[in-house]
Each structure stands twice: as structure tokens, then as C-alpha cells.
């Protein structure tokens, strides 16, 4: 029923509500992320032998948690650090899967121009903790999609339920590094998806449509008895105080 409720959620979304909120021009990956490493490099080396030794030292329920969260990009990862089922609550469910559309559209972008390959396709001797689709793109792993999902949607709820921010934060980021775990992404990957995620983040709660969203989603968590902090004053075009 949870997920039944998420996806209910996502499909209330209005058409093109993900393309409409942040304008392809105005949220370029080129204009906010470093280029990866180069093929080769010593950088690339380094990161190809820190996914041997984190291979080497995953038990299996290390890589049993990698492949959930792997096959899990809903907001109900964030239900424990939250303390409350997301599903329950459509407005913050709706908001939340605007964030995973706009993402989803982002990202593919930003994984076009920079067009690096991932890790088992670098070394076939590496496994990843769900399987590879026949066929599939092996030039995607720049940025993650996942660290991006997760820092974007992250730095949402932790806006608006600041008491439990460094417990939103924190499964964000180890729902990041289990993209390391599962072999699926080098470290820059990753870094660059809590990178993109977060000013994507921050580049939507300064569209008027979204800051919308979250009003709603606000109302609703004062309702269900859940403290929330006030709507945050916009900083984009806040002009400098005089010293």
C-alpha cells in the first residue's frame, strides 16, 4: 500500500511539472560540476582500487542493504530518519516525487555531456550488487543518480523538518556511499551527485511553483502533529547588507 500511495502521488504530478519548474538553460551540470576524472589517470586508478578493496571488505549484509536501496528511489527511504511513514502524507509525498522527476530529468542530462562509464564496464572484474540489464548504458556514471536523488530530497526535508536534519542528512549520504558498495558508481560520482542534488535542492525552493508545493507539504506535517520550521526567506536575489 505504501508504494501504491507514492506512485499515486507521482502520477498526480501535472504534465511536464518536472521540465517546467527548472528550465534546462538555467540548470546546466556543466555550469556546477567538475569533469570527472580522466580515463587513466591517477585520480581514475585510485578510485578503481578503492571499489576492489570496498568489494573485498562487503559482508553480506552490506551488500544486501546496497541492493535495496539500489532498487528503492521513493521517499520512504527516509521514513526512519523522519520518523514517519512519507506514504501517509500525500502533499509531502507529491512534493517529493517533483523533486524525483525533476531529478531524473536533470541528471539524465548532466550523465549525457559528461558520458563517463561505469565501473564494471572499466573492469569487468568488478560485480555489482544488482544485476546489469542486458544491453543497458554502461556511459552513465557521472553523476550519480542516486546521490543526487538523495542530497535533493534530503536538503527538502531537512528544510522543512530542521529538528530531524542531521538524521535526514546522514541516511542521504549513506544511501550515497552504498552506491559504492554495490560497485555501481567510482567515488566522483558520488561527490558529484551530493553536489548537483543539493543546489538542485536549492534551485527549486526558489521557483515559485515549488515553494508552493511546500506550503502544502508544511500544512499538512503542522497538521499530523510534526514540528516544521517556518518558510525560509529567499537568498537568491537577497541583496547584501551594508557593513
Not at 587513466?40 to 551488500?63: K, Q, R, V, Y
Not at 536534519?165 to 558508481?185: F, K, P, S
Amino acid at each position: 500500500m505504501r508504494h501504491l500511495l507514492l506512485v499515486s502521488a507521482l502520477c498526480l504530478l501535472p504534465m511536464g511539472a518536472s521540465a517546467g519548474m527548472l528550465p534546462p538553460h538555467a540548470f546546466d551540470a556543466a555550469h556546477f560540476l567538475p569533469p570527472p576524472p580522466s580515463a587513466g589517470s591517477p585520480e581514475a586508478d585510485a578510485e578503481l582500487t578503492e571499489l576492489h578493496t570496498i568489494a573485498a571488505h562487503s559482508t553480506p549484509d552490506m551488500l544486501a542493504a546496497a541492493a535495496r536501496d539500489a532498487r528503492d528511489e521513493t521517499p520512504d527511504i527516509f521514513n526512519a530518519a523522519v520518523g514517519f511513514d512519507i506514504a501517509t502524507m500525500p502533499e509531502t509525498g507529491r512534493l517529493l516525487a517533483s523533486v524525483g522527476a525533476e531529478e531524473e530529468d536533470d541528471t539524465r542530462a548532466a550523465k549525457r555531456y559528461f558520458h563517463r562509464p561505469r565501473p564494471y564496464a572499466v573492469d569487468p572484474a568488478l560485480k555489482t550488487c544488482t544485476p546489469v540489464k542486458p544491453g543497458g548504458k554502461a556511459d552513465n556514471s557521472y553523476p550519480s543518480g542516486h546521490a543526487t536523488r538523495a542530497f535533493a530530497m534530503g536538503v527538502i526535508l531537512a528544510s522543512l523538518v530542521p529538528d530531524r536534519a542531521q538524521a535526514i542528512l546522514a541516511r542521504a549520504e549513506d544511501y550515497a556511499q552504498n552506491r559504492l558498495v554495490c560497485g555501481m558508481h567510482f567515488r566522483s560520482d558520488i561527490v558529484a551527485g551530493q553536489q548537483f542534488g543539493t543546489v538542485l535542492a536549492l534551485r527549486l525552493m526558489e521557483t515559485d511553483p515549488f515553494r508552493a508545493r511546500m506550503e502544502a507539504a508544511r500544512a499538512e506535517l503542522r497538521t499530523a502533529g510534526i514540528d516544521v520550521a517556518a518558510p525560509p526567506q529567499s537568498s537568491w536575489n537577497r541583496k547584501p547588507t551594508e557593513k
